[in-house]
C-alpha cells in the first residue's frame, strides 16, 4: 500500500463548516444513530426470544437488523467524531477499512433484500409449498453464501481501488471514504475502475432489482385476488419492503454512476446518506414496528421480564 501511493493520510469533508451547523448535523446524525441501534436491537432480541417469531421471515429479519447496526456503526460514529473535534484526517489503512465494509455491507444487504423478497413471494403465491422450500438449511445456507460473497465483491473493488497512485489532494469530497470519491482524487487511469464498478452494479444491482420487481409484480397479482381484509394484510408487509428497495438501489446509483463531473460535494454527501444511514434507520420501522406480530412479541417479552423480575 505505501509503494502505490503518495499520500500518507486523506482528509474527510465536514458536515458544515460553522461550528454550529457541524455540532446540529453532528447530533442529528448521533440521534439517527442511536434510534437504528435501538429499533435493530429490539427487533434482534424479540424474534430470538419469542419462539412465535422463530420462522424463515423473522429470521432473515433478524439477520438483516444485525447487518443495519454494523452498516450504519462504519460510517456515523467517526463522522460525528471527526465533525465535532475538527480532526478530519483517517489514515490510509483506515480509509481501506471503511471502503471494505461499506462495500460489503451494501452487498449484503441487497441480498438480504432480495432473499426477503423471495421469502415473501414464496409465503404469498405458493402458501401450500413454503415450510418444504423455505427451511432452516436453506436460510441458513442462503445467509452464509451472502456474508461470504460480500467478502470477495467487497475484496476485490478495495483492493483495485487501492492500485491508484493518489499524487495531488488529499480532501476527500464525502463524510467517510468511499470508492467515487478516491477516483476524483487518482491521478492514475481510473477507467478499468469505472468500467468494473458500473459492471458490477449492472450484474448485482440491476439483476438484484430485476429479481425483486418480478417477485413483487407476482406477489400483487396473487393480492388482488385476496378478500379485501387480506389485501391489507398483504400489502402492509410488501409495501414498506419495495419502499426500502427503492431508496436504497436508487441512490446507490445516483453515486456510483453519475460522471464525476456531474455530481457536487454536498450532492454527493446527501445521496451516501440515503444509502449508509436511511435503510438501516427505516427498517426497524417498516417491516417491524408497524407488524401487529412484533408488537404482540415485545409486549410478551416484557411481561416475561416483568414477571421474572417481580419473582
Same mark, same amino acid.
Given at each position: 500500500m505505501a509503494n502505490s501511493t503518495m499520500v500518507t493520510e486523506f482528509l474527510l469533508m465536514g458536515f458544515a463548516e460553522g461550528w454550529k451547523l457541524r455540532?446540529?448535523?453532528?447530533m442529528l446524525f448521533?440521534?439517527?444513530f442511536l434510534a437504528t441501534l435501538l429499533g435493530n436491537l429490539l427487533i434482534v432480541t424479540v424474534t430470538t426470544a419469542d419462539q412465535n417469531l422463530h420462522t424463515p421471515m423473522y429470521f432473515f429479519l433478524r439477520n438483516l437488523s444485525i447487518l443495519d447496526m454494523c452498516y450504519i456503526s462504519v460510517t456515523v460514529p467517526n463522522a460525528c467524531v471527526n465533525s465535532l473535534t475538527g480532526n478530519r484526517a483517517i489514515s490510509v489503512a483506515g480509509c481501506a477499512a471503511q471502503i471494505f465494509l461499506v462495500i460489503?455491507?451494501?452487498?449484503?444487504e441487497i441480498l438480504f433484500l432480495t432473499v426477503m423478497a423471495w421469502d415473501r413471494y414464496v409465503a404469498i403465491c405458493q402458501?401450500?409449498?413454503?415450510?418444504?422450500?423455505?427451511?432452516? =438449511?436453506?436460510?441458513?445456507?442462503m445467509t452464509v453464501a451472502s456474508l461470504l460473497s460480500g467478502l470477495v465483491y467487497a475484496g476485490v473493488h478495495t483492493g483495485n481501488?487501492? =492500485?491508484l497512485n493518489f499524487c495531488g489532494s488529499n480532501v476527500v469530497p464525502q463524510f467517510f471514504c468511499d470508492i467515487p470519491s478516491l477516483l476524483r482524487l487518482s491521478c492514475s487511469d481510473t477507467s478499468s475502475n469505472q468500467l468494473s464498478i458500473l459492471a458490477s452494479a449492472v450484474v448485482v444491482c440491476g439483476g438484484c432489482f430485476v429479481f425483486i420487481a418480478m417477485s413483487y409484480v407476482r406477489i400483487f397479482s396473487a393480492v388482488l385476488k385476496f378478500p379485501a381484509q387480506e389485501q391489507g394484510k398483504a400489502f402492509s408487509t410488501c409495501v414498506p419492503h419495495v419502499l426500502v428497495v427503492c431508496v436504497f438501489l436508487s441512490s446507490i446509483a445516483c453515486v456510483y454512476l453519475q460522471p464525476a463531473a456531474a455530481t457536487e460535494a454536498l450532492q454527493n454527501m446527501v445521496l451516501s446518506a440515503f444509502y449508509t444511514m436511511v435503510p438501516p434507520f427505516l427498517n426497524p420501522v417498516l417491516y417491524s414496528l408497524r407488524n401487529k406480530q412484533v408488537k404482540e412479541a415485545v409486549r410478551r417479552v416484557i411481561l416475561r421480564k416483568v414477571h421474572s423480575g417481580a419473582r
Open positions: 455540532f446540529l448535523y453532528s448521533l440521534l439517527m460489503y455491507c451494501a452487498f449484503v402458501p401450500l409449498r413454503y415450510s418444504t422450500i423455505i427451511n432452516v =438449511q436453506l436460510c441458513v445456507r481501488t487501492l =492500485q
